[in-house]
Nanobody
Framework: QVQLVESGGGLVQAGGSLRLSCVASGSFFSINDMSWYRQAPDNERDLVARITRGGSTVYVDSVKGRFTITRDNAKDAIYLQMNSLKPGDTAHYSC??????????????WGQGSQVTVSS
């Protein structure tokens, strides 16, 4: 069983910063691509940023230059540093990971999510 545990959401004023963390735990051989998604009310869940095990990153255009995704493979963790936050960044942020289980089967898992609210 693989679990993702997130932390770091909250309420911040526009222009402020928050840092999200996501740590994988459980029984697995390796964690591969890890991503942050977000879903605002009445919207679909969209990719925010993704990082490969080797450190390659992808960002949605709306967060480029403001958000930074990083990874610590030793801790099976990723982080999302969010700077210059805007009210439009308000959403429920979820961590997602691709993994290889002990049985060598691939899988995908979601964390429970963290609410990020940016006030104007």
């Amino acid at each position: 069983q693989v679990q993702l545990v997130e932390s770091g959401g909250g309420l911040v004023q526009a222009g402020g910063s928050l840092r999200l963390s996501c740590v994988a735990s459980g029984s697995f051989f390796s964690i591969n691509d890890m991503s942050w998604y977000r879903q605002a009310p009445d919207n679909e869940r969209d990719l925010v940023a993704r990082i490969t095990r080797g450190g390659s990153t992808v960002y949605v255009d709306s967060v480029k230059g403001r958000f930074t995704i990083t990874r610590d493979n030793a801790k099976d963790a990723i982080y999302l540093q969010m700077n210059s936050l805007k009210p439009g960044d308000t959403a429920h942020y979820s961590c997602n990971a691709d993994y290889i289980g002990k049985d060598w089967r691939t899988g995908n898992i979601w964390g429970q999510g963290s609410q990020v609210t940016v006030s104007s």
